[in-house]
């Protein structure tokens, strides 16, 4: 059985080193109970190094939550793909929808997806629409967001390829997403990638995002059709990640 991947995205928090260290510690305690699940930690970019050169276990892995594509040059204020790697991050979160809030496009996320796998780093790409009607709109936008995102990834690199729904409306609340409805995104979603890349798409690995606890991700888990979840505000209370953790173990 494979594990489940949890991507713990702890934005922009906490706000001191010393509260990182504290979180990473019981992150690891953690994850150190459990057998079946991936933990991939995605701290906010100027607590990765302290928190990666230190770290000597191998269950948790380490993302950025953002990345340039170009190796470096006159780009004030960004950090490259490769400096997050050369501090030891192999995962990127692409396309987050606060970072797309903000003025990530399309075209940026293809642009950090072919990037980070030509340095062999995972692309943890997001898609998702940003309000749900009736109309049936959110396939049209998941459909696009997944073209861009993989316009550049061959076939061949789709198993190294991590795509999250999180539909924008569920995140930073107490709702999660109706597993039925996850499972027909999830088959929408391979289709997607089945008409662009060939029968790889069907493999591919999605994980669900917005508002996940212990008590929604176990259901999510059997029901939804995902491998894991990306996971904001559980990810930041050591208790609660612990029991979300501990949810997942056995299903
Ligand atoms: P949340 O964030 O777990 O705090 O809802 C999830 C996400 O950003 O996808």
Known sequence: MSKTIIVANWKMNPVT???AKKLFESTKKAVEKTKNSSVIVAPPVIFLRGLSGTYRGSRVAFAVQNGHFKTNGAHTGEISLAQSKDAHASYVIIGHVE?????ETNDDAGKKAAGALALKMIPILCVGE????????????VREQIR???ADVPASAL?????VYEPLWTI???????PSEMHQMAIFMRKCVVETHGGGGRALKILYGGGVDGKSAEVML???DVCGFLVGRASLNASEFAKLLQAIENV
């Open 148 to 150: 861009a995102g993989l």
């Open 222 to 224: 059997r029901e939804g």
């Open 172 to 178: 930073g609340t107490n709702t999660t997403m109706n």
């Open 130 to 141: 940003s309000e749900r009607t009736e109309s049936g709109e959110q396939f049209n936008v």
């Open 159 to 163: 198993g190294r390829v991590i795509l």
């Open 99 to 103: 970072r797309r809030a903000s003025g």
């Open 17 to 19: 080193w010393r509260e």
